[in-house]
C-alpha cells in the first residue's frame, strides 16, 4: 500500500513538529516537505507528489486560503490554526477539515479519517475515479451560468422553476427541484419540499426553521432528520 504523502506548511517551528510527531507516530504517511510560508510550499508542490497538505492559516505574505485560490489542482487540506473566525469561510474551499491549536493527538486522528485517496485502484471503485463537482451550468434569462457550487446558499422549488441564491444575485431555472437533486452532493440537504439548503451557508437552525443568507427557510416535519445532517 502506498504512503499517504504529506506537506505541512506553518511558520510556526512548534506546530511543524508537533504535525510532523503525530505523522511519524503512524505507519501509512510520508512527509514530503515542511514549509514556513506558501512560496515555500508552492516550490514542494511543483517538485513533488503531494496527497495531504496540513495548512495554516495566518502566515506572512500569503494566507492560507489566498493560497488555496491560487493553486489550480489542491490536495486535500486539513487546516490547523488557532484562529476560530476563519471556520465558516474556509469550509468554501472543500477543505477535509478545521483543526484549532493545540491540536490533540484524538483530534488529529479523527481529521486523517477524513482523508480518502482521490485515485484508487480498484476497478470496482469506479464512483471514487470522478473528482468532487465544483460547477454546475444553469441556464436562465436566455444565457448558461457556470455557478460554482460551494457559493449557492440555497434553492427553492417554484412550481415548474427552482431558483438558485447566492450572496450575489438569485438564477430562475426552468427544472424541477427533485431532478435539480441527482446533480447535487452531500453539501446539500432538503430540509423542505420546496427548500435545498448548502450545509456550509446555514448561519443558525431550530426545529422550525432554518437561516440562510439572512433569510428564516421553513423546516419541513418530515425533512427534521435532515438537521442532523446540519
Known amino acids: 500500500m502506498n504512503k499517504v504523502r504529506c506537506l505541512i506548511v506553518d511558520d510556526e517551528s512548534i506546530a511543524q513538529r508537533i504535525i510532523s510527531a503525530y505523522l511519524n507516530d503512524l505507519s501509512g504517511y510520508e512527509i514530503v516537505g515542511t514549509c514556513r510560508n506558501a512560496m515555500e510550499a ?54 477535509l477539515d478545521y483543526l484549532l491549536k493545540p491540536i490533540s493527538f484524538e483530534r488529529f486522528l479523527k481529521a486523517l479519517k477524513r482523508y480518502s485517496p482521490r485515485e484508487q485502484s480498484s476497478p470496482n471503485q469506479e464512483a471514487d475515479l470522478v473528482p468532487r463537482k465544483k460547477y454546475i451550468y444553469v441556464k436562465s434569462d436566455r444565457k448558461t451560468f457556470k455557478l460554482l457550487l460551494s457559493n449557492i446558499a440555497y434553492i427553492e422549488a417554484m412550481n415548474n422553476y427552482v431558483i438558485f441564491h447566492t450572496p450575489q444575485k438569485r438564477y430562475v431555472v426552468y427544472r424541477s ?54
Do not use: W
Not at 69 to 87: E, F, G, M, Q, W
Not at 177 to 190: G, N
Not at 195 to 205: D, E, H, Q, R
Open 42 to 95: 508552492m516550490v514542494v508542490l511543483k517538485d513533488h507528489k503531494v496527497d495531504l497538505m496540513f495548512l495554516d492559516i495566518e502566515m506572512p505574505k500569503l494566507n492560507g486560503l489566498d493560497f488555496l485560490k491560487v493553486l489550480d489542482n489542491p490536495p486535500s487540506v486539513i487546516l490547523t490554526t488557532a484562529h476560530r473566525n476563519y471556520a465558516l469561510e474556509s469550509y468554501e474551499y472543500e477543505i
Open 177 to 230: 427541484i427533485s431532478d435539480l437533486l441527482t446533480e447535487l452532493d452531500d453539501r446539500f440537504v432538503r430540509i423542505h419540499k420546496s427548500f435545498v439548503v448548502n450545509k456550509i451557508k446555514v448561519l443558525s437552525f431550530n426545529k422550525e426553521s432554518v437561516c440562510v443568507l439572512e433569510k428564516d427557510l421553513p423546516l419541513g416535519k418530515t425533512y427534521r432528520d435532515s438537521i442532523d445532517k446540519l
